[in-house]
């Protein structure tokens, strides 16, 4: 897994948040899970039973790397959600994509 293209991916999802090219990524992730799970998941996953948007971006923590180091999809710890902010880069490892998936 190249570590470069991993922290290029995760500030990417950062820096997308609140902004019109998270729409369909970041902030979808956010809204869904601030809305679909409870205190005691959030406490499980993060610690704290009612999180601002901001703790859930800065909680996401990658799931895996696939596509030859192309794709990495980040979730919430510990495994409250099947959902992934998805990352894709182009061969120079530029972002190409970011979305929510399930």
Do not use: C
Request: glycine content about 4%; proline content about 4%; hydrophobic content about 30%.
């Amino acid at each position: 897994m190249d570590s470069n293209k991993e922290n290029r991916a995760l500030v990417a999802i950062k820096e997308s948040s609140g902004k019109e090219e998270g729409e369909y990524g970041v902030y979808l992730f956010i809204e869904h899970h601030l809305e679909e799970l409870n205190e005691s998941d959030w406490k499980k996953s993060i610690g704290i039973p009612k999180p601002t948007p901001k703790q859930v971006i800065e909680s996401i923590v990658l799931k895996k790397s696939w596509d030859d180091d192309l794709a990495y999809d980040f979730s919430l710890p510990n495994d409250v959600t099947n959902y992934v902010v998805s990352v894709r880069l182009d061969e120079e490892g530029d972002i190409e994509d970011i979305s929510m998936e399930s």
